[in-house]
């Protein structure tokens, strides 16, 4: 799992928790990303920070250094329906900033984009999701379709 450039606290110690809560050891952070020992972020953790190691790095340099056919998904408000696309068992998850959603820079370098749909489907709702819902969700979809 990468994030970047997520601001909130309780947002990144929640979304560590969901991380641990599926299976996810490693996320890694851009460095503008709230710090992970802010006390805040501990309290979300709920003791996940023990168990799920979180690294900060210039983003593009990282995703760059992956191998060219390596599944790098990105959820986007323009990207595909996320219950009609195939989820592989390994892949990068990019998570977005809680006003902005993923950096141009590192948008470039997605090869998937997600899009998870509201219900039901054309009805008036909200905007966008929360980041840390939004993780859960993804997270959710990959472990339901890979195992």
């Given at each position: 799992m990468v994030l970047d450039r997520v601001q909130d606290p309780g947002n990144?110690?929640?979304?560590?928790?969901?991380?641990?809560?599926?299976?996810?050891?490693?996320?890694?952070?851009?460095?503008?990303?709230?710090?992970?020992?802010?006390?805040?972020?501990?309290?979300?953790?709920?003791?996940?920070?023990?168990?799920?190691?979180?690294?900060?790095?210039?983003?593009?340099?990282?995703?760059?250094?992956?191998?060219?056919?390596?599944?790098?998904?990105?959820?986007?408000?323009?990207?595909?329906?996320?219950?009609?696309?195939?989820?592989?068992?390994?892949?990068?998850?990019?998570?977005?900033?809680?006003?902005?959603?993923?950096?141009?820079e590192v948008g470039q370098l997605v090869n998937k984009k997600l899009f998870?749909?509201?219900?039901?489907?054309?009805?008036?709702?909200?905007?966008?999701?929360?980041?840390?819902?939004?993780?859960?969700?993804?997270?959710?979809?990959?472990?339901?379709?890979?195992?």
């Amino acid at each position: 799992m990468v994030l970047d450039r997520v601001q909130d606290p309780g947002n990144l110690g929640t979304i560590i928790r969901i991380a641990d809560w599926f299976g996810i050891r490693n996320i890694v952070c851009s460095n503008d990303t709230v710090d992970v020992f802010n006390p805040k972020t501990v309290q979300a953790t709920m003791g996940a920070l023990a168990r799920v190691k979180v690294h900060y790095a210039d983003l593009v340099p990282f995703l760059k250094s992956l191998p060219n056919d390596f599944p790098v998904f990105g959820t986007f408000l323009e990207g595909d329906n996320i219950y009609q696309m195939d989820l592989p068992q390994k892949a990068v998850i990019i998570m977005g900033n809680e006003g902005n959603g993923i950096s141009k820079e590192v948008g470039q370098l997605v090869n998937k984009k997600l899009f998870i749909p509201s219900f039901p489907p054309n009805e008036p709702t909200s905007e966008s999701l929360n980041v840390a819902v939004a993780t859960a969700i993804t997270c959710a979809e990959f472990r339901r379709r890979t195992f």
